[in-house]
């Protein structure tokens, strides 16, 4: 495969969507990308009956200016009269440029599944089916499990299959702290190509984009420029002008994305192959020792582009719904208090972590519950401008400052999805304890969602019940107070959160029945869990599935499975030292083979509610085209 930069050549209109997220009967949103600020005109039908045709106002279209040739549309269209559930709707986008209307439909016929004339999506409020994934690296060495969702699409026009209702993303939709040397060059020529804007901060001596893209230590040394080890203190303190360093803490952060239109040109080449096609990987000034590794990442790298035709088709035909987890903004993400304090109070490290954020706002975020981010949306015509962000360090400060990244659906059941990065339970006794995912003010707010729920899918980027040996693992490595060695972010490891959490679940007023979906962990597992108290009908399952474009390295992951195992059998008196010995956990063994009990492997998971109530069918379908189901067979006593 081979790839052209000319800069005379014209930029397609399109450069990234339309993405499907948040529908309800009474509200369509989109996300797409363009060259231009085009006015759009929006066509919608049912049976061939016309629902919609007309341009959309500035209301319900609002353009955000990233680049002289780059312009996000965060689309919002109300309905009065409801939309019809659980059938095909079809649309259409018509750019208007200079008189000249061009639709989507007939510039990208790849666009379409066999037969289809137009785009379209099911609005569903019973859920039955739905998938779920998170951990997309696009190195890693596997098909892209993204790829899947366009399957089971293509497969429901051919057959009897239903559509699930969404595409849940748990976490790492990106990856702004692990960058291919290839990718970074795209993502560098793109910035040109869309003339996107370079930006200034304080606290370092490279002290603007521009010095760092030219810098020699741009490519594959980038971490020379993140301290987190001692080896290279002396460069670390000629770097940053102040006493106090920030912490970085990603084994993989040679390539580390710095500045606002660094993440955002990640995100249009992740979602689509359109900028792709304008990019050379040969103009790049990579240095001698690097250039084996940036060749072997090209060749994975452009087996992810011939994969992205797919997963654009995909996201263009099922609502996307996504929440932040730590590789999204940088590894361990407010691990600690002590990280916080330390990434927080230094403005270059703050800039950075405040730019993938703004990134995760414009391109995720939002599109989950616009109408919760109506008040910060109005603000960004003082923010965005042509010449760049205007008051890049505010913008930082609000969303560092902004609370409502969580959100639920309406939908029966209701999915609650957590917010378990931003409101932490923070140690007072040591600033080296992992913090709680969730404080208590946000568990409190959690039970009031909760309440007289018959049942819930709650999204949790991190497994709430999770593997006991890898989490006593992790709690060794946090006793000596090295959790960032071990990643020491689960549930159980901050007591606080732990006994709120299990409370919450205790509670009779509560859901009895819960279906908790986690990703993070880079491996799939499913545990039905019972609690043994008062309301014996209680009923968990615990759905994690990991990764869509990553895997566990395989040797460790099959010796620490072996070693849960024999040490946490039904009857081990280590169970008596666990959070969860008032339970029960029935382990799903994948495909039922051999004894593992978990899967490693890359994919996305599906769910499906069957007529009996109170069966959950969890599976993984593979990358590689095949099916992991989990069985209910074995069962383990904590």
């Known amino acids: 495969m081979k790839f052209i930069i000319n800069k005379l050549s014209t930029l397609p209109a399109l450069l990234s969507g339309p993405i499907i997220r948040h529908v309800e009967a009474n509200q369509l949103t989109f996300w797409l990308a363009t060259s231009k600020p085009f006015p759009l005109t929006f066509k919608l039908f049912h049976d061939n009956v016309s629902l919609f045709d007309r341009a959309l106002t500035s209301q319900e279209q609002q353009i955000i200016t990233i680049g002289q040739q780059a312009f996000i549309h965060l689309i919002a269209i109300d309905f009065d009269q409801p939309l019809p559930y659980q059938t095909l709707l079809h649309y259409d986008f018509e750019f ?178 359109q900028l792709w096609q304008l990019v050379d990987f040969s103009k790049a000034k990579i240095p001698v020792e690097y250039q084996t590794q940036y060749q072997q990442e090209q060749v994975i790298i452009e087996d992810f582009i011939r994969g992205l035709p797919k997963v654009r088709r995909a996201l263009a035909h099922i609502p996307s719904y996504m929440i932040f987890d730590d590789h999204d903004i940088t590894d361990d993400w407010n691990l600690t208090r002590g990280w916080e304090e330390a990434a927080y109070g230094h403005p270059f490290s703050k800039r950075i972590i405040g730019n993938s954020l703004i990134s995760y706002w414009l391109c995720q975020g939002w599109g989950n519950a616009p109408k919760k981010f109506t008040t910060l949306n109005e603000q960004c015509d003082n923010f965005f401008t042509d010449k760049g962000i205007n008051q890049h360090s505010e913008l930082v400060e609000k969303l560092l400052d902004w609370q409502q990244w969580h959100y639920s659906l309406a939908t029966t059941p209701k999915v609650v999805v957590l917010d378990t990065r931003t409101q932490r339970w923070r140690s007072e006794s040591r600033a080296s304890k992992p913090s709680g995912l969730m404080d208590w003010e946000a568990l409190s707010e959690l039970q009031q969602e909760l309440i007289n729920e018959p049942k819930v899918i709650l999204v949790s980027p991190a497994p709430i019940y999770g593997v006991k040996m890898i989490e006593t693992i992790q709690r060794i490595f946090t006793f000596f107070g090295q959790p960032l060695m071990v990643d020491a972010e689960n549930w159980m490891a901050h007591s606080g959160t732990a006994n709120v959490m299990l409370n919450i679940f205790r509670h009779v007023k509560t859901p009895p029945e819960f279906i908790i979906l986690s990703g993070d962990v880079h491996y799939s597992f499913v545990y039905d869990v019972t609690h043994r108290f008062q309301r014996s009908n209680s009923k968990i399952v615990q759905i994690t599935c990991s990764g869509i474009k990553n895997q566990f390295p395989a040797k460790l992951l099959s010796w620490l499975d072996t070693l849960n195992r024999y040490l946490y059998a039904p009857y081990s008196p280590l169970n008596w030292f666990t959070k969860r010995r008032s339970m029960k956990i029935r382990v799903r063994k994948p495909n039922d083979v051999d004894d593992n009990t978990l899967y490693n492997g890359s994919g996305i998971g599906l769910i499906t509610l069957t007529d009996d109530e109170h069966i959950v069918q969890a599976s993984v379908i593979c990358a590689d085209n095949n099916t992991v189901n989990f069985h209910a067979k074995d069962e383990l006593a904590e």
């Open 96 to 273: 208007n440029d200079d008189g000249v209307a061009q639709s989507i439909s007939e510039q990208l016929p790849e666009f379409l599944y066999q037969d289809e004339k137009l785009p379209n999506f099911i609005i569903t409020r019973d859920i039955n089916t739905m998938l779920h994934g998170s951990c997309r690296k696009p190195h890693f060495d596997s098909t892209d499990g993204l790829q899947q969702v366009d399957n089971v699409i293509a497969n429901s026009f051919e057959g009897d299959d239903e559509r699930p209702a969404m595409l849940m993303m748990s976490g790492d939709q990106i990856y702004a702290d692990d960058v291919a040397g290839p990718t970074l060059v795209a993502i560098h020529q793109v910035i040109e190509l869309l003339g996107l804007y370079h930006e200034s901060w304080q606290g370092a001596v490279v002290n603007d984009s521009d010095g760092l893209f030219n810098s020699e230590l741009c490519y594959y040394q980038r971490d020379q420029l993140l301290p987190y080890t001692k080896a290279n203190k002396a460069l670390y303190e000629s770097f940053f002008a102040a006493s106090k360093k920030p912490i970085f803490t990603s084994v993989n952060s040679k390539n580390h994305l710095v500045t606002f239109s660094e993440n955002i040109a990640m995100y249009l080449l992740v979602w689509s192959p």
